[in-house]
């Protein structure tokens, strides 16, 4: 049966014995660098935050100045539910896991079905394993105060316990792995995050609503009255074209450009010309692509930039001709380990490998597109 939002919903990382683990020496929050800044209220409302007794006790030293815990184990993570969008944001090849955690009677708001407000004390985590082994757990919680905030949380290699880390990490090339992979500092996080009105990626309409969404889904959000009002659809489907390669293509643009790619004042690439965002509003009523803007601000439109190649006027989607399209071009290229500061690529942080079954439904759309623009 299925629990709902606030109960027990993923398998216990073992979090007393992780607990115990804030009570040792080094765990006692340090003091602000800057004296004059006050110290922020805790993130709290999270569930057990270690069960209890001791560890709670423990728990309760382990905030850090931003209001954070230290240890990834004090956050209450045993309290959320997972989920999975239907397009996800590529990592390099990492496996990802995601949990929520709303409190107990928190309603998100929807009066704009496009950009999801959500409740005070919603906790949201993405675990990412690489090799197989878990690397990183990066947090967002948006306190009582309205305010969000973030960290990531860095793995031991026993995998027994994930300690705050706000420097970032580069992990070279090891057994499997071919190339390096980047755990981000909290800045770089939000060159992605910012570009919506909340910084939530993934936990909303587009992401929850479409086929092959998992976990807590859209439909399950609105079966458990955790909207403020009824939402005007449980089921979102991208639109086709004549191609038929449409839907794959632009889901993949949503999921890995749009959060930068659109029209909010925070965007990262808010002077781009693209907008790769979809948005419940483009599709629900015409439901053609031509209405999308990731087709009517990229299609045949001039890019600011120059073809890196030869330096001639180029498309952002050039129909027919993949090779000779800015998207592809930039999507299917990387910096080679951070050696080559000429070389662009996109997305153009924290990622060293192209997404080569991603990038090849781009390829496989544009190179199906009928009628070479003019």
């Known amino acids: 049966m299925r629990l709902p939002l606030g109960i027990v919903a993923v398998v216990s990382l073992g979090v007393a014995a992780q607990a115990a683990a804030c009570s040792s020496s080094d765990s006692t929050p340090s003091a602000p660098v800057d004296a004059g800044v006050p110290e922020a209220a805790p993130i709290?409302?999270?569930?057990t935050d270690a069960g209890g007794g001791d560890d709670a006790s423990a728990c309760a030293k382990d905030i850090d100045v931003d209001g954070l815990y230290k240890h990834l184990a004090c956050?209450?993570?045993?309290?959320?539910?997972?989920?999975?969008?239907?397009?996800e944001f590529w990592s390099d090849g990492?496996?990802?896991?995601?949990?929520?955690?709303?409190?107990?009677?928190?309603?998100?708001d929807i009066t704009d079905f496009d950009?999801?407000?959500?409740p005070n004390g919603m906790k949201l985590w993405k675990e990412f394993k690489v090799d197989g082994k878990k690397v990183?757990?990066?947090?967002?919680?948006?306190?009582?105060?309205g305010t969000w905030r973030h960290t990531v949380y860095r793995w031991n290699d026993a995998e027994t316990e994930a300690v705050k880390k706000t420097i970032g990490e580069l992990l070279p090339p090891n057994g499997t792995r071919t190339s390096t992979y980047e755990i981000p500092n909290t800045?770089?996080?939000?060159?992605?995050?910012?570009?919506?009105k909340e910084p939530v990626l993934g936990f909303d309409a587009m992401g929850l609503g479409v086929s092959g969404a998992t976990g807590m889904t859209l439909a399950m959000l609105a079966s458990d009255g955790r909207f403020t009002v009824t939402p005007p659809t449980t089921t979102i489907t991208i639109p086709e074209d004549s191609t038929t390669?449409?839907?794959?293509?632009?889901?993949w643009l949503h999921a890995n450009c749009g959060h930068c790619h659109n029209d909010n004042s925070g965007a990262y690439a808010l002077y781009a010309k693209p907008k790769f965002i979809i948005k419940p509003s483009d599709i629900a009523d015409a439901g053609a692509v031509t209405t999308m803007r990731a087709w009517t601000s990229s299609v045949c439109v001039a890019a600011n930039g120059l073809n890196p190649d030869g330096g001639t006027a180029i498309k952002i989607i050039e129909k027919m001709q993949p090779d000779n399209s800015l998207a592809v071009i930039l999507s299917g290229q990387r910096n080679p380990e951070g050696t080559d500061p000429d070389t662009r690529q996109m997305p153009p942080m924290v990622t060293?490998?192209?997404?080569?079954?991603?990038?090849q439904k781009l390829v496989d759309w544009v190179a199906a597109l009928p009628d070479p623009c003019n």
């Open 187 to 196: 800045t770089q996080c939000n060159a992605c995050h910012d570009g919506r």
């Open 115 to 118: 950009e999801w407000v959500y």
């Open 94 to 108: 990492a496996e990802k896991s995601r949990w929520v955690y709303l409190p107990p009677g928190a309603k998100i």
């Open 136 to 145: 990183e757990t990066r947090l967002f919680a948006k306190g009582d105060d």
């Open 44 to 47: 709290d409302s999270g569930g």
């Open 75 to 87: 956050t209450g993570i045993e309290s959320g539910v997972a989920f999975k969008p239907a397009n």
């Open 352 to 359: 060293r490998r192209v997404d080569t079954v991603g990038h």
């Open 245 to 251: 390669k449409a839907a794959a293509a632009l889901g």
